[in-house]
Antibody, heavy 117, light 108 residues
Framework: EVQLVQSGAEVKKPGESLKISCKGS????????IGWVRQMPGKGLECMGI????????RYSPSFQGQVIISADKSISTAHLQWSSLKASDTAMYYC??????????WGQGTMVTVSS | EIVLTQSPGTLSLSPGERATLSCRAS???????LAWYQQKPGQAPRLLIY???SRATGIPDRFSGSGSGTDFTLTISRLEPEDFAVYYC?????????FGQGTRVEIK
């Protein structure tokens, strides 16, 4: 069974750093792009960027370029999303998803990030 | 960046009725690379339709997608109780990939 399992909820203070993870199983991790999607409380979905774990080719949406870093460690079949200095406006649910036939096919369960002083 | 506008914002219908959701793009979607997702409260989104009209694995045939260019439609032929949710369209033909703002289908 193809599955993406994300790391648990995080509560951080403004200015802190954070790295969340998304572990793939049941498929060849290096052969499919993985995307990250933000959903702010009560709002819609926003694509942050995608990464190809096979060679770490990464494409960021302009709104997120320079704000986050997307990476992948193919040795442990895990993609990461990280911030160097969190802001309150980063409070959101973050989803990872595999890209199959172009669309976001299999989704992780989400990681809730809360940034509050 | 392609802007997707979904309408209506909210659709109030009864079980058994037909739902028609619209997604309009600010410019033509390349190769009809348009997907539809369903999201229920507290859950991750689920892929329903890709390539404008192809159903994803395990999606019932009461869900159908149509359209091309800038105008796309998701139709639910007969609403089941589990279909009341928020639906999003997304284009992946141009970078950056963008989503519509969503249509909520609620029980009348």
């Amino acid at each position: 069974e193809v599955q993406l399992v994300q790391s648990g909820a995080e509560v951080k203070k403004p200015g802190e750093s954070l790295k969340i993870s998304c572990k793939g199983s049941g498929y060849r991790f290096t052969s499919y792009w993985i995307g990250w999607v933000r959903q702010m409380p009560g709002k819609g979905l926003e694509c942050m960027g995608i990464i190809y774990p096979g060679d770490s080719d990464t494409r960021y949406s302009p709104s997120f370029q320079g704000q986050v870093i997307i990476s992948a460690d193919k040795s442990i079949s895990t993609a990461h999303l990280q911030w160097s200095s969190l802001k309150a406006s980063d409070t959101a649910m973050y989803y990872c998803a595999t890209v199959s036939r172009g669309a976001f096919d299999i989704w992780g369960q989400g990681t809730m990030v809360t940034v509050s002083s | 960046e392609i802007v997707l506008t979904q309408s209506p914002g909210t659709l109030s219908l009864s079980p058994g009725e037909r739902a028609t959701l619209s997604c309009r793009a600010s410019q033509s979607v390349s190769s009809n690379y348009l997907a539809w997702y369903q999201q229920k409260p507290g859950q991750a989104p689920r892929l329903l339709i890709y390539g404008a009209f192809s159903r994803a694995t395990g999606i019932p045939d009461r869900f159908s997608g149509s359209g091309s260019g800038t105008d796309f439609t998701l139709t639910i032929s007969r609403l089941e109780p589990e279909d009341f949710a928020v639906y999003y369209c997304q284009q992946y033909g141009s970078s950056p990939r963008t989503f519509g703002q969503g249509t909520r289908v609620e029980i009348k």
